[in-house]
């Protein structure tokens, strides 16, 4: 079995995407999907989808166009997140419903969303037309539940550790494990093991994402790309957040709660405060003992996926990187 590493398929999948032609007649409602495609990024998805089927498979250009599709989808929920975040920039550029308006972001979308569809079915083997249809749509429904709770926590005071966690297993986790599946269903794995890729790619989702919410508040800005403590400037309800909520007492929650109800402040000064007091009641550890954790769950996980050991490796690095990152 002939393996490529996770950079050989980078490569292969983003000069794929690139050479994709979506742009057809109107211009304006193209435009803007080229625009958001050629911002790049780190092409998790697809490249997790192509690790998957090459477990089983060589010829990974086989499923090019459904690696194609789950960016294609991934990017159209960051173009209609960008507009309902009332964001600027993305990956350093402006956001579409910026650099044109609000009615091209949602036109846009949609359409981004009907063609990511198109592209996984695109020559879609018959025997796998529905196991792969209906684990696309089951993924793409679940992301939108997971926008929709991260839009009702923004006015709770009272979200749990337990909902926070469903909420980014919705929102990240669900379409890296949707990409696993996808990948192995195409390459003819057994049901058991495209259900143990999905369920590893769960695990490893909500260590990716404890990890993001642990860099922005400890990340190294130079390394990290952006000013650190975001979230603590929107109140965004994290792990951290919540873990903070549940753990501080007296005076440091009196304080927490303070800044969280604050509407004239320096920016520096409440992350400055609210760091400390999740330094106080050690936040830190708390996050990453959950995020070696979930990373432990998901490779046991991989461990019992029914192929040799040494073919998972490069599947088993790549996502080991993703989780150690400190960017």
């Known amino acids: 079995m002939i393996q490529q590493t996770s950079e050989q398929l980078f490569k292969q999948i983003h000069n794929y995407i690139e050479n994709l032609s979506y742009m057809h007649e109107p211009k304006g409602l193209y435009e803007p999907i080229e625009y958001v495609l050629s911002l790049g990024g780190k092409r998790l998805r697809p490249v997790l989808m192509l690790l998957a089927y090459n477990l089983y498979k060589e010829d990974v250009e086989q499923i090019f166009p459904q690696a194609a599709g789950i960016e294609t989808y991934h990017n159209f929920t960051l173009l209609h997140d960008d507009l309902m975040d009332k964001a600027e920039m993305r990956r350093g550029k402006p956001v579409v419903h910026k650099k044109w308006n609000e009615n091209t972001a949602i036109l846009s979308g949609d359409a981004m969303l009907i063609l990511a569809y198109q592209l996984t079915m695109q020559d879609c083997p018959t025997a796998y037309m529905r196991s792969v249809m209906e684990t696309f749509s089951k993924t793409t429904l679940e992301v939108c539940e997971g926008q929709q709770w991260d ?71 130079a390394v990290f790309g952006k000013k650190i403590g975001g979230d603590i400037l929107c109140n965004k309800k994290t792990y951290m957040l919540i873990t903070a909520l549940n753990s501080a007492e007296g005076n440091d929650k009196e304080i927490l709660k303070y800044w969280l109800e604050a509407t004239d402040f320096n920016p520096d000064e409440k992350i400055a405060a609210v760091t400390h007091i999740y330094n106080k009641v050690g936040i830190a550890t708390a996050c990453k003992t959950e995020i070696q954790r979930y990373y432990a769950e998901g490779l046991a996980l991989l461990d019992k996926v029914s192929v040799e050991d040494s073919l998972k490796e490069n599947l088993r690095s790549f996502v080991c990187r993703l989780v150690d990152r400190k960017l």
């Open 151 to 221: 839009m009702e926590f923004e006015t709770r005071e009272d979200v749990t550790i337990e909902e926070y966690i469903e909420m980014i297993r919705l929102k990240t986790s669900v379409l890296l494990a949707g990409a696993l599946k996808i990948g192995a269903i195409l390459g003819g794995a057994p049901a058991e093991d495209a259900q143990c890729l999905y369920d590893f790619g769960i695990k490893m989702g909500l260590a990716f994402q404890l990890q993001d919410d642990y860099l922005d508040v400890y990340g190294d800005p």
